[in-house]
């Protein structure tokens, strides 16, 4: 009787990035949370990305890959390591370009809450949406909506309409009413109009404090009991959203903000910043004109062969805590994915001595 060959013929859909380097980014996000681990709930954030940043940066370096960091902690003059533009890995194997967070979430860390990650994507050369250090803003929903526009053309969610029409379409897509829809959103000022929107369209609101790139993810996963982020927030945040949404079949849209005008600041401040960023933003390509663009999955990630890898490092949307056993060993829970579509949640015990602690379950 023939069997399905779901392994064979997945495996052979995984490109070289994927099949050769997607185990071994798994560990450099697992060293970048355990060591993010050992500062949680000390108050200070910016010594835990310190060490996370480090440890991050000291596995990519012994990865035989020639990276490009594009996603980043900020330009060179800002950041000591994994600064946008160096250059990461042995400089053997396959060319990437790499998008990373060594520590999403870093007052969540400081202060003990849930929902902090390390996250790293790669994709081949270009494959990476090199953008600037401002504002996307954005909206994240799972497959079924994918779906869903699919069968039906007119029927799309779409940045500039009326946030009930875009529910509206992710309740039918889902078979769900409007009233049992969850959206995530940070709690920010800025978005004081749209949460009230949301409320007043019947769904349901779950505000974050920080960090609204795994909840994006989790859009992708049924029975995470998230079924839509918006709002604007980091740019790379949204990239690394991107990358797993493309590998899970669901959609990331939107635009590219300034800060200033997303936080409804005076004409004065707006220009202020303008003048501030717009020679970087020309290098880039981007015009003022051209921060109005819609942007789309494809767009901050056109790569053909994408990997994500997250750690959490406390507890997540569907992700476990790192759990420290004393002496540096650690247990930490991890989900990666490439471009194939397979999806891993990996529970990885690190022992140094057996003995002195026994694995156990």
Request: hydrophobic letters at 40%; aromatic letters at 4%.
């Amino acid at each position: 009787m023939p069997h399905p060959k779901t392994v064979e013929e997945m495996t052979e859909c995984a490109g070289p990035i994927e099949c050769d380097v997607l185990p071994k980014l798994i560990q450099v996000t697992e060293a970048a949370a355990i060591a993010a681990a050992y500062q949680m709930g000390r108050g200070d954030k910016n010594f835990a990305d310190q060490v996370a940043v480090a440890a991050m940066r000291r596995m990519l370096n012994k990865l035989d890959i020639k990276g490009i960091i594009k996603i980043g902690e900020g330009e060179r003059d800002e950041a000591p390591m994994l600064f946008i533009g160096e250059e990461v890995g042995t400089g053997k194997g396959v060319e990437v370009d790499i998008a990373v967070d060594p520590l999403e979430g870093t007052n969540l860390t400081a202060d003990g809450c849930p929902g902090s990650v390390a996250v790293m994507a790669m994709a081949e050369r270009g494959g990476i949406f090199h953008g600037p250090d401002i504002y996307i803003d954005k909206i994240v929903v799972g497959p079924d909506v994918v779906k869903y526009e699919n069968e039906h053309p007119y029927e799309k969610i779409d940045l500039d309409a009326p946030v009930r029409r875009n529910l509206e379409i992710v309740a039918k897509a889902l078979g769900r009413s409007i009233k049992e829809i969850v959206v995530v959103i940070l709690d920010r000022p800025r978005h004081a109009q749209k949460i009230t929107e949301i409320r007043e369209a019947g769904a349901r609101v779950r505000l974050v404090s920080d960090g609204d790139l795994m909840p994006g993810v989790a859009t992708g996963i049924r029975g995470s009991g998230i079924h839509v982020v918006m709002g604007a927030g980091g740019s790379g945040e949204a990239v690394l959203t991107a990358a797993a949404t493309k590998a899970l079949g669901g959609k990331i849209i939107g635009r590219l903000v300034l800060p200033s005008v997303a936080n409804g600041m005076p004409r004065e401040k707006i220009d202020a910043e303008i003048e501030e960023k717009l020679p970087r933003l020309e290098k880039m390509g981007i015009t003022l004109e051209s921060l109005n663009e819609i942007m789309d999955t494809d767009k901050l990630v056109p790569g053909k062969d994408v990997i994500f890898s997250a750690t959490a490092v406390t507890p997540g949307h569907f992700l476990h805590e790192v759990s420290l056993f004393g002496s540096g060993d650690a247990r930490v829970h991890t989900i990666s994915m490439g471009s194939s579509g397979a999806v891993k949640f990996t529970d990885s015990i690190y022992i140094k001595d057996k003995q002195k602690n026994p694995l156990y379950l």
